[in-house]
């Protein structure tokens, strides 16, 4: 358990926005699978997203898009039984609730019950508000996602910095505004200029999270095989590395190979 996490009592949204009340910063990772989830939650981590980044980490793909309901469903149900402390969100894929609230609400529907989430996370402004609307009508706990948002990927054409410009900063702020207006209890920035995100967070009473969004918003958030170097691929200026796991698997495994040529594994010892 981290130095700082004192409070061992299950997090909820309501303490999610206590947090940001008393300036306490909220500490969040993704994740996909029940064992690594239960590492990061034993840790201390506040908030775990099973992000549709498994499309891109646990799958393979270059993007967010293949991602499906039934995969998202699988992945957080892995993770919910592995977490005793830290508030399950499951991020809605690609196809599930754009242009469409009613499928929205029943795409929600089937994450609560049959994955454990305790909240969902939606991409997107004020041009899926009915969706938003719909979904938090049902009780469910919405968390909304503005910047760079994965999903839009082919009408943005690349990875950059978003809300740079005037307008699309206004639009930003907008948004923002309405989702807390909404009721949705926080809101990911991700890859916007720290300044835009400092005036957000200021300006909001729930809490921004982060992700190449600056020191200034509530919390942080990591895609956790980048965090740990898993995925040594994709080095964008806003991560910071805090392991080489992908050397120490190498490194485990090419010895384990070696042992087995060798006919050093198993040893008497390790048979029977
Ligand atoms: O899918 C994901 O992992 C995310 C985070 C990067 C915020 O949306």
Redesign the pocket.
Known sequence: MSTYTEDLRKVTTRRLIEMKQRGEKIACL?AYDYSMARLIDEAGVDLI?V???ASNVMAGHTT?LPMTLDQMIYHTDSVSRAVKRALVVC?MPFGTYQGNSKQALASAIRIMKESAAEAV?IEGGSEIRESIERILSAGIPVCG?LGLT?QSINKFGSYAVRARDEAEAAKLVEDARMLQELGCFAM?L?KIPAQLAEQVSKELSIPTIG?GAGGQCDGQ?L?MHDMLGINKGFSPRFLRRYADLSSVINQAVAHYVDDVKTSDFPNEREQY
Do not use: A, F, R, Y
Request: hydrophobic residues 35%; aromatic residues 0%.
């Open positions: 993704t997203l992000g549709d980044s967010t991020d996370k996602h994965p990911v991700e992700i958030i895609v």
